[in-house]
């Protein structure tokens, strides 16, 4: 079974360009999660999509970041305008939803995309 | 969302046993404990989860005591490829957003 695939693996753009992300989660799984972890600092969690709504976006920075999950399979995170602070790894994750063997945070993560803005 | 607490880094030898606690004071009624393990420049790669007593699988085990304050996960026999950082997080039934400590960076020695 094909894991959590992401694109690019890095990523490197000026300040000011703009950026755009892709997830390939596991097929079946509902769940899709983004995450990133900046530079010295702890992973933290952006968003959550169940099919192609979003769930959860309470940790979306600011509203130069996008994100899609149109038919519900791969999803994108665009930055625009992007700021010197928005480099680092960008995570995607995917999971079953709650009660189908699990409690919902047996996320899979795909290896994350490095983002360098310069 | 609970917080939880671990250690900083850990270090042992090839063929230990290797025990690392995770403190979650105020973990919730319906919270799973969850150990993810991240090599660098990789995503994080589930572990282990569990909710009470012990849970086993191929790779580890999860103690986790009646009052649930507290979690220890146990590596058998590491080996070197056992080097990673371990993250302890909980969390689960309807909010599935996962809250990232520092990890521990564990370092295994030949």
């Given amino acids: ?118 | 969302l609970a917080k939880t607490t671990q250690p900083i880094s850990m270090d042992s030898y090839e063929g230990q046993e290797v025990n690392i606690t995770c403190s979650h004071n105020n973990i919730a009624t319906n919270d799973y404990i969850t150990w993810y393990q991240q090599f660098p420049s990789q995503g994080p790669r589930f572990i282990i989860q569990g909710y009470k007593t012990k849970v086993t699988n191929e790779v580890a085990s999860l103690f986790i005591p009646a009052d649930r304050k507290s979690s220890t996960l146990s590596l058998p026999r590491v080996s070197l490829s056992d080097t990673a950082v371990y993250y302890c997080l909980v969390g689960g039934g309807s909010n599935y957003q996962l809250i990232w400590g520092a990890g521990t960076k564990l370092i295994i020695k030949p």
Avoid at chain 1, 96 to 115: C, D, H, K, M, V
Wanted: some cysteine.
């Fill in chain 1, 1 to 118: 079974e094909a894991g959590v695939t992401q694109f690019p693996s890095h990523s490197v753009i000026e300040k000011g360009q703009t950026v755009t992300l892709r997830c390939d989660p596991i097929s079946g799984h509902d769940n899709l999660y983004w995450y990133r972890r900046v530079m010295g600092k702890e992973i933290k969690f952006l968003l959550h999509f169940v099919k192609e709504s979003k769930q959860d976006e309470s940790g979306m920075p600011n509203n130069r970041f996008l994100a899609e999950r149109t038919g519900g399979t791969y999803s994108t995170l665009k930055v625009q305008p992007a700021e010197l602070e928005d480099s680092g790894v960008y995570f995607c994750a995917s999971s079953q939803p709650s009660g189908r063997g699990g409690s919902g945070n047996e996320q899979f993560f795909g290896p994350g995309t490095r983002l360098t803005v310069l």
